[in-house]
């Protein structure tokens, strides 16, 4: 056979359609994504070490297409379009007189590193003589998209979002799952908006309703109801708080009652940045920054993602090592915004005094250099101040005052760092309404097109960039309207996908094709097992226990724990719920006349479905085996109640 003619012709067409293929999908693809794929794991790889954050030798930055064009000591690094004219190239390139890159022998690109370089610079549009912000503006025209739906179409936002999502679908070839049945999305929404699973008879009621617009109804009416506002707080309150500030009851309330009355989230964040209430329902809103303990940067750590969706920790010492645009100016920027504050009991309680002087500090930068902290912020906003020399003494004087600081009163100053912060974060900021949309699609959907949800920063690429712009945009235009954002979200064909999908392939998570499991949280799981067994126990005891054992709350990845596990096994108060009650479940089923008949009413009480075949069979089984019908009712429930399919919403 390998003496055949037509063999080696075969084989040299062969190879050459494969290789022809090749270059036509290098072809079809954007420069951006054959960033993502194949550029950035090689300099990450190779070169972020000593070109990047932490480190930038010759001045050069390689994190991202815009650093690299603003180039080093030397100028940029590449010459788009033209690979062979690069820098970038020409260091990599074994040459002779010609300072090498990486300089460790052992450690050089191969060949076929070197030509992803090459490719990726040959398919960037010519500079001419653009700027470099300039020339990334008019880059960022030049890459593919989804575009926007027609004006002639008059779409609703919830059809708009499903238009984006059927668009992105139709790119990548992708069939969706199928809607979820009627009693699958009442628990997905109760669980969403109310925080716990629908009891039998709301989920009876829903089931029988056959009018067509009946989702919508559920949606209308939850958002109305007193479940809504509380099981929100609950999340915004670890959202913004997490898990260790401990309770406090005017927080709790300031929070719940912003929800309920449906406030907007840029007069929320404001309300907590600046920390002065001007009414007696805003009074919990100084809990955000007095929790804080006149812990400056703890404070500044906790603002960025709320007001900007990116996490500053890292930038504390040196530039972000991985995020071009996250500096270490911006980290003590926000430092400085808070420092002039203090901690003081007022009459209405807790209150932030701030001084009108003072509070400069310096930091060292990349260079070893003191440099003063200037109010410099994540969105390209400044605020100018003046600062004093060396040599001059500030003065505290009333007339640097609105409000000057008494023995139970906050001082106010003329000009306020926490006002200015306030303004730069709250208008003309559409990091804000970005930050906000992408946490709020993660906890209705299971992760945001940023994932993880509060790292919207150049690292992290967004899955469905147009739909995110438009959302944050349209969640800007309605007045930051959380609720009609919720709305708007849950009412979408995504929304409403089942988890299973009829084929064995499933579309990649990030598709959002199908409905993506997530874990409940504390507060959800203790709720919905006290929904199931009709029993409330010691509430308060109960939620301590929950919140140990499960203390994250939107996890990016699902790893139940052996605490978990323990804590649902051994715990009496878990144990407590599911013993003989008068009007509980476990007694309530006990009584009914045949094993098979308690199955089916435990898996509606704790699944809202019935058993399959294998279920009931093996469900029956095990209760005939049990001391007592009230032991082998305990027993199941407890078994369902701690199963995956309870601990998660999908």
């Not at 003309?428 to 949800?453: D, H, I, S, T, Y």
Request: with cysteine.
């Amino acid at each position: 056979m390998l003496r055949c003619p037509r063999f080696f012709a075969f084989a040299i067409v062969f190879f050459a359609w494969l290789h022809s293929g090749a270059a036509q999908a290098r072809q079809s693809e954007s420069a951006e994504a054959y960033w993502y794929r194949r550029v950035e794991p090689v300099l990450d790889k190779s070169c972020l070490k000593c070109h990047a954050g932490v480190r930038q030798q010759g001045g050069l930055d390689l994190r991202s297409l815009q650093t690299i064009l603003r180039g080093g000591d030397q100028g940029p690094a590449v010459v788009p379009g033209k690979p062979d004219e690069s820098r970038l190239v020409e260091y990599v390139v074994p040459k002779a007189g010609v300072a090498h890159m990486p300089p460790d022998p052992k450690k050089q690109l191969s060949a076929e590193a070197v030509k992803t370089l090459k490719t990726w610079i040959a398919m960037l549009p010519p500079r001419g003589t653009k700027s470099v912000p300039e020339y990334i503006e008019a880059y960022q025209r030049t890459l593919p998209s989804l575009g926007t739906p027609p004006l002639t179409l008059k779409l609703s936002a919830t059809a708009t979002i499903d238009w984006f999502l059927q668009a992105s679908w139709k790119k990548d070839k992708l069939e969706p799952a199928r809607l979820a049945s009627d009693s699958v999305f009442a628990r997905r929404v109760y669980l969403d908006l109310a925080g716990r699973i629908p009891t039998q008879s709301e989920l009876r009621q829903f089931v029988g309703d056959y009018h067509g617009d009946k989702r919508e109804l559920l949606v209308t009416k939850l958002l109305a109801s007193e479940d809504y506002p509380r099981h929100f707080r609950e999340v915004f309150d670890t959202l913004l708080m997490g898990r260790g500030s401990g309770k406090n009851a005017a927080w709790s309330a300031y929070l719940e009652e912003a929800l309920r009355t449906n406030r907007p989230w840029n007069a929320i964040v404001r309300e907590i940045l600046v920390a002065r209430p001007t009414e007696r329902s805003q009074q919990g809103a100084t809990w955000f920054l007095a929790a804080r303990k006149n812990n400056y940067q703890a404070i500044a750590e906790a603002v960025a993602p709320v007001a900007f969706g990116v996490k500053i920790g890292c930038a504390q010492c040196h530039n972000h090592p991985l995020a071009w645009e996250i500096e270490q100016r911006h980290y003590w920027g926000l430092v400085a915004a808070f420092n002039r504050g203090k901690n003081v009991d007022t009459d209405s309680g807790t209150g932030i005094s701030e001084s009108a002087i003072g509070g400069f500090v310096n930091f060292a930068n990349l260079k070893k250099e003191s440099q003063p902290a200037a109010l410099a912020f994540l969105n390209g906003k400044s605020v100018s101040e003046r600062i004093p020399s060396a040599d001059e003494k500030e003065v505290d004087k009333p007339e640097l005052y609105t409000v000057p600081a008494g023995a139970r009163t906050a001082a106010v100053p003329k000009f306020s760092r926490r006002e200015a912060l306030a303004d730069s974060v709250t208008r003309e900021n559409p990091l804000l309404a970005r930050a906000f949309v992408n946490r709020l699609w993660a906890k209705l959907m299971g992760r945001g097109f940023v994932q993880p949800a509060d790292q919207l920063d150049s690292k992290h690429r967004a899955s469905h960039p147009e739909l995110l712009d438009w959302l944050a945009k349209d969640f800007e235009a309605s007045g930051y309207n959380i609720q009609r954002l919720v709305k708007n979200i849950v009412l979408t064909r995504a929304y409403q996908l089942d988890a299973k999908m009829a084929s064995k392939t499933l579309p990649p998570p990030e598709s959002f094709a199908r409905a993506l499991e997530k874990p409940l949280s504390a507060e959800q799981l203790l709720l919905s097992l006290q929904v199931a067994t009709g029993s409330k126990g010691d509430s308060g005891e109960l939620e301590r226990g929950f919140v140990k054992a499960f203390p994250d709350l939107m996890p990016d990845t699902y790893n139940p724990s052996l605490q978990q596990a323990l804590f649902l096994t051994n715990s009496p108060l878990v144990e407590k719920l599911l013993k003989p009650a008068p009007g509980n479940t476990t007694a309530a089923l006990a009584i009914l006349p045949t094993p098979e008949a308690r199955v089916r009413g435990a898996f509606q009480a704790a699944f809202g479905r019935a058993p399959d075949a294998t279920e009931l069979a093996q469900c029956q089984a095990v209760l005939k085996t049990a001391s007592s019908p009230e032991r082998g009712v305990q027993n199941l429930l407890w078994a369902l109640l701690t199963s995956a399919e309870f601990q998660v919403n999908h």
